[in-house]
Every structure is written in structure tokens, then in C-alpha cells.
């Protein structure tokens, strides 16, 4: 049975920074590329950011550009989001998903598993 645990979300001020980390079980880790994705209340599910199976390549969205870092360690079945300079729009529940091969997608469509979710909440 595949899991997908997310941790670290939190209530923070304008311009400071959250680690959330996603353990996965159930899979071959390695074999997965890794995403994150947040949806805010009202509004649908969005691209943030993807890392490879090997870590060598990552996506992120424009929006987060330059402010978030996504890494995965696979010795330990972890991918994380650094987030920092936070604004009040990134506000949302921020979801790690597994793609099973060697894509980097960022439509939610291809990804196989999900976590339940950790609230990130930015205040102003």
C-alpha cells in the first residue's frame, strides 16, 4: 500500500520561510519522479514544483521561482520543499505526489499517488 506522508506545514508571517517533507512507503522510490502541488480555497489544484527520479532536474513554477527549492533524498524515501521569502498568496494546502518513470510532469493528471495534504497559511 502506497503512502505519501506530508509534515511541516504551519502557520508563518510574510517573508519567512517553511521546510514541509513528504515520506513515501509502498514504492520503489527511486523509481518515482516527485512533485509538489497546493490548492487554495476556491481555486484548483497547481503546479509548484518537480524533481526526477535522481534529483538531477527539477521544475518549478514561475510564481515560486526563485523562493522555493525542492530536493528528495532517496536513502531515505524524502522529498522536501524549502520554501522561503513567503507572501500571503502561497497560502494554501500544499500536496506531495509520485510519478512512477523518468518524466517531470507538472499536470496532476500524471501523477500516480497523493498525499492527504499539510495547511501552509502566510499572514500579512
Known amino acids: 500500500q502506497v503512502q505519501l506522508v506530508?509534515?511541516?506545514?504551519?502557520?508563518v508571517q510574510a517573508g519567512g520561510s517553511l521546510r514541509l517533507s513528504c515520506a513515501a512507503s509502498g514504492l520503489t522510490f527511486s523509481s518515482y519522479a516527485m512533485g509538489w502541488f497546493r490548492q487554495a480555497p476556491g481555486k484548483e489544484r497547481e503546479f509548484v514544483a518537480?524533481?526526477?527520479?535522481?534529483?538531477?532536474?527539477?521544475?518549478?513554477?514561475?510564481?515560486?521561482?526563485?523562493?522555493?527549492?525542492i530536493s528528495r533524498?532517496?536513502?531515505?524515501?524524502?522529498?522536501?520543499?524549502?520554501?522561503?521569502?513567503?507572501k500571503p498568496e502561497d497560502t494554501a494546502v500544499y500536496y506531495c505526489a509520485a510519478e512512477w518513470g523518468y518524466g517531470l510532469g507538472y499536470d496532476p493528471i500524471e501523477y500516480d499517488y497523493w498525499g492527504q495534504g499539510t495547511q501552509v497559511t502566510v499572514s500579512s
Open 6 to 11: 506530508e509534515s511541516g506545514g504551519g502557520l
Open 73 to 86: 533524498d532517496n536513502a531515505k524515501n524524502t522529498v522536501y520543499l524549502q520554501m522561503n521569502s513567503l
Open 50 to 69: 518537480a524533481i526526477n527520479w535522481s534529483g538531477g532536474n527539477t521544475y518549478y513554477a514561475d510564481s515560486v521561482k526563485g523562493r522555493f527549492t
